[in-house]
């Protein structure tokens, strides 16, 4: 969907000029998944099927509602299901609709070396354009929440695209439209984050006093949000507790790439100039000794 | 008019040896650093675009490295650092002004060629391992994504390396006159040895 909105890209991969994003007033949007509501019908990994025209291969049940047992190339959207024990014999059965973050700050597109084939839009969905993928996995390796897959058919990655062409023309995504519980809310991320929280407090009302709105600063926010019942301890369902962009990215993506092209050019650069002042480095002729 | 003696320096199959992994290098080397910075992308279309230089990239390095194993199995000896080669190094300075003549005398190698090809045989082990890794699609999977962060910043950094040493290698060579014929030849003449490699001068005509 590059073309649609070529207008609203605040961030690209691999590129070092500023992106055409000239439409400042578009809306951040954000998505709110309120585990809470989840009833896990999976038709959320239905309607993203159909309206992705996706069609995963048949996996093996593996003694779990979990099907596929986690995200593939084909399958952007994926219920999870987490039997726990908070606390001793309280046993909870938590469910998480698992997916792309949509990252403020996106560790993909940060470590993607392919000029567009991530792009970040101004209502801040984070979205790949896998036509100019060129598979090598670095979006893998920079996403915090092990989101992106790589097709084995075509090498390309792939991931949720929050629907970047159904909210580009004012709908709401597929899963969003589908839920029959309204576990999943769509909106302006100010609306979202105001629900969450409200949310949030109705849980601890109800008795879950650690209830809250995951919405990770350490990659500056998300476009996609949890309501979760145990918002102090993430890792029950497989979030991390305070996810960032790996110092390892950082470094390698960060300052590590100027420095080291600067260095390889100044080291032919100073060869140059040390050829020029000291001169090559010659035997004395024989022909001129004898002379 | 006496013709200029010459002293063989490389076999044929060395040379030919050098060749092909100096080329092998220009080709993993272009098509890696097309990822390493955006302004260097443009490299990747050298190869066919961005996924073919991603393809293309491993199957070069790997040739880079079988063919440096190559070299590294009859060089290595010659390469070993001695006690020469630290007193050596103390006048490293003089010899970058030009003063080769002042220079303490080396034998086939000085301690800047040696360690050219030590930097060379680190980051090339560190690029293979490292590049295997991650090479897509076959060995990746095989990996957590922790451990392949660390894998491809090593490997970036194995890389300038690298690079960095073939700068000094190639513009040593070219610094040096009379160097480059020892690859493309395969010979240098007496007075090249004498200037840059006395003892091995020694050595190479003894009992003439």
Redesign the interface.
Known sequence: MGSMQSLDVVARS???TPTPQVRTAAPQVAKLIDESKCIGCKACQVACMNWNDLRDDIGDNVGVYDNPRDLTASSWTVMKFFEVEPEQGSLEWLIRKDGCMHCEDPGCLKAC???GAIVKYANGIVDFHSE???????C??GCPF?VPR?S?KD?KAYKCTLCSDRVGVGLEPACVKTCPTGAIGFGTKDDMVAYGEKRAGELKERGFQKAGLYNPQGVGGTHVMYVLKHADRPELEDLPTDPSI?P??S??KGI???L??A??IG??VA?FF??MK??????????KE?A | MMATKMLQRYQDAERMNHWFMALMFVFAGLSGLAFFHPSLFFLSHLFGGGAWARILHPFMGVLMVLSFLGLFTKLWRDNVINDADREWKKHAGRMLKGDKEGMPPVGKYNYGQKMVFWAMAVSLVLLLITGFMFWRPWFAPLFPIPVLRIAVLVHSVSAVVLIAATIMHVYAAIWVKGTVRAMTRGTVSEGWAKLNHPLWHEEMTKGR
């Open positions: 691999a590129t070092t070396p392919s000029p100019h993928c060129i598979g090598c996995g670095y893998v390796k092990d790589i084995a090498n790996s390892m990215v470094l390698w590590a790439k100027p080291a092209v260095g390889m080291a032919v060869g040390h050829y000291v001169g090559p480095v010659e035997e004395k002729s024989e022909e004898q």
